[in-house]
């Protein structure tokens, strides 16, 4: 049994391959460890997970935000292999998840647009470029917590059109101080600004709420995908749920830069588990 893990800041996808080739789900709250501490990870494997299984693990492939760094690839190991102690244990980026996902063998520069974002150029069978993301404090350009930031202090400021700032009030009766508290005070701020994105998305039609989500994308490809030199010769592609539910919007960005935007789908998962589904075929 195979089990391959997409983690991102929002959510887990889990799937779980069986020798016979029978495929399994199961999903969780998101875990990042550079925000999170490792017991919501092992939360999230005790509850949604663990109930799923039946046999031995023999290989974990797990694909997640955050691990860049080798102490943080160790975290996610020690905890994995608290559980699967006799299985093969890989942590990759989420970044090479997406690219095999969407790229397959093929070059081409792969992102992600979710609550965070990131992108790579990907030469068929490793990532030889990226751009560092900096996570939502100091980058993410694009993402869902990027765009919820800016709208937030729009508001808070007074700074969008009324009827708009009518109907969010009536969405997050939260004050000033409220909302505050929530991102300096509490957990998960990234999480909590990166769900005024559904608003956003339900008032496209607002020129306020499109010029929004323009310029986010148009930010991320300006500081993101124009700096890889192939960019304008390779097919870029996106996963993520902000990329799929403004796909429109992101290819209009693209279209306006001449680059070619090809697969938006909205989690890397399913291109994965054919990945190493053919891998446990050979």
Same mark, same amino acid.
């Given at each position: 049994?195979?089990?391959?893990?997409?983690?991102?800041?929002?959510?887990?996808?889990? %799937?779980?391959?069986?020798?016979? !080739?029978?495929?399994?789900?199961?999903?969780?709250?998101?875990?990042?460890? @550079?925000?999170?501490?490792?017991s919501d990870l092992e939360r999230s494997?005790?509850?949604?997970?663990?109930?799923?299984?039946?046999?031995?693990? *023999?290989?974990?492939?797990? @694909?997640?935000?955050?691990?860049?760094?080798?102490?943080?690839?160790?975290?996610?190991?020690?905890?994995? $292999?608290?559980?699967?102690?006799?299985?093969?244990?890989?942590?990759?980026?989420?970044?090479?998840?997406?690219? %095999?996902?969407?790229?397959?063998?093929?070059?081409?520069?792969? &992102?992600?647009?979710?609550?965070?974002?990131?992108? &790579?150029s990907y030469d068929g069978s *490793?990532?030889? =470029?990226?751009?560092?993301?900096? !996570?939502?404090?100091?980058?993410?350009?694009?993402?869902?917590?990027?765009?919820?930031?800016?709208?937030?202090?729009?508001?808070? %400021?007074?700074?969008?059109?009324?009827?708009?700032?009518?109907?969010?009030?009536? $969405?997050?009766?939260?004050?000033?101080?409220?909302?505050?508290?929530?991102? @300096?005070?509490?957990?998960?701020?990234?999480?909590?600004?990166?769900?005024?994105?559904?608003?956003?998305?339900?008032?496209?039609?607002?020129?306020?709420?499109?010029?929004?989500?323009?310029?986010?994308?148009?930010?991320?490809?300006?500081?993101?995908?124009?700096?890889?030199?192939?960019? =304008?010769?390779?097919?870029?592609?996106?996963? !993520?749920?902000?990329?799929?539910?403004? !796909?429109?919007?992101? $290819?209009?960005?693209?279209?306006?830069?001449?680059?070619?935007? =090809?697969?938006?789908?909205?989690?890397?998962?399913?291109?994965?588990?054919?990945?190493? =589904? *053919?891998?446990?075929?050979?």
């Amino acid at each position: 049994m195979i089990l391959i893990a997409d983690s991102g800041g929002s959510k887990i996808d889990w %799937r779980i391959l069986h020798d016979d !080739g029978k495929i399994d789900q199961a999903s969780g709250p998101g875990f990042n460890p @550079y925000y999170q501490p490792p017991s919501d990870l092992e939360r999230s494997i005790e509850e949604k997970l663990l109930p799923q299984l039946s046999g031995q693990v *023999k290989e974990v492939f797990f @694909y997640g935000a955050g691990v860049s760094s080798p102490d943080n690839q160790e975290i996610v190991k020690k905890i994995l $292999r608290k559980y699967f102690d006799h299985a093969v244990v890989e942590i990759n980026l989420d970044l090479l998840g997406a690219a %095999r996902s969407l790229c397959g063998e093929e070059e081409g520069i792969a &992102c992600i647009l979710g609550t965070g974002s990131n992108s &790579c150029s990907y030469d068929g069978s *490793k990532i030889d =470029k990226n751009i560092a993301s900096l !996570g939502w404090i100091l980058g993410d350009e694009g993402s869902g917590t990027y765009m919820g930031k800016r709208f937030l202090i729009d508001y808070l %400021r007074k700074e969008m059109p009324e009827k708009l700032a009518e109907h969010f009030r009536a $969405r997050f009766p939260f004050n000033r101080e409220e909302m505050l508290s929530k991102i @300096y005070q509490q957990d998960k701020p990234a999480a909590f600004l990166g769900s005024f994105t559904r608003f956003i998305f339900q008032h496209l039609k607002d020129p306020y709420c499109y010029q929004l989500a323009y310029s986010g994308f148009d930010v991320f490809f300006e500081k993101n995908i124009t700096q890889y030199n192939n960019h =304008k010769n390779v097919k870029v592609h996106f996963t !993520g749920s902000v990329a799929f539910y403004f !796909g429109n919007i992101v $290819r209009q960005v693209g279209n306006d830069r001449g680059i070619i935007v =090809k697969n938006i789908v909205e989690t890397p998962i399913a291109g994965l588990t054919l990945f190493h =589904k *053919k891998n446990l075929n050979t």
